[in-house]
């Protein structure tokens, strides 16, 4: 069975940082995309991060850029997401996603973890 | 403002049929695949459609999924009072070289 269950979630005052984590199992995690998609209070699903297979290749949205880093740990079989200088706008629930039948599709879903920037 | 565009909510009867539209562009729809999810708050999105029009084991052929241009669309026909959830439209955007998704539709079964 397919299991991606994410860490690292908390209360962080704006401008801090936080480390999420993200443990897979069930399949062979080195053969797969993964990304972080988060949302908001409220708000609908957005699309964060995504990293290769080989950690080689990585892309963010725009309103993360140059504050996130995703990258990835194939011998633990995990996926991680340092977030820095945090706003309360990147308050959110994050789930870790594996990128199944192709790019940009999410074929399994972590439960996710809460992240609140508030002081 | 999300990238692609789905009506903020859709109802219908038990039993009956409903569509829940997705538009975008060229650089996401018009050249990418859609996928379709639903989401129950306080649980993980469940993947539905793939690839504009495939479902993924387990998912009941009462979804369906078409794509045409820059537009696709999801059906769900025998609804079910456990079909009230969020749905989302999702795929890659080329230009942005960036995931995007529709804001979603909340589905009310009345």
């Known amino acids: 069975e397919v299991q991606l269950v994410e860490s690292g979630g908390g209360l962080v005052q704006p401008g801090g940082s936080l480390r999420l984590s993200c443990a897979a199992s069930g399949f062979t995690f080195s053969n797969y995309w993964m990304s972080w998609v988060r949302q908001a209070p409220g708000k609908g699903l957005e699309w964060v991060a995504n990293?290769?297979?080989?950690?080689?290749?990585?892309y963010y949205v725009g309103s993360v850029k140059g504050r996130c880093t995703i990258s990835r740990d194939n011998a633990k079989n995990s996926v991680y997401l340092q977030m820095n200088s945090l706003r309360a706008d990147d308050t959110a629930v994050y789930y870790c996603a594996r990128e199944g039948y192709n790019f940009g599709n999410f074929d399994q879903w972590g439960q996710g973890t809460l992240v609140t920037v508030s002081s | 403002q999300s990238v692609l565009t789905q009506p903020p909510s859709v109802s219908a009867a038990p039993g009956q049929k409903v569509t829940v539209s997705c538009s975008g562009t060229?650089?996401?729809?018009?050249?990418?695949?859609i996928s379709w999810y639903q989401h129950l708050p306080g649980t993980a999105p469940k993947l539905l459609i793939y690839e504009n029009n495939k479902r993924p084991s387990g998912i009941p052929d009462r979804f369906s999924g078409s794509k045409s241009g820059t537009s696709g669309t999801l059906g769900i026909t025998g609804l079910q009072t456990g079909d009230e959830a969020d749905y989302y439209c999702g795929t890659w955007d080329s230009s942005l070289s960036a995931g995007v998704f529709g804001g979603g539709t909340k589905l009310t079964v009345l």
């Open positions: 060229s650089s996401n729809i018009g050249n990418n695949y």
């Open positions: 990293i290769r297979q080989d950690g080689s290749q990585k």
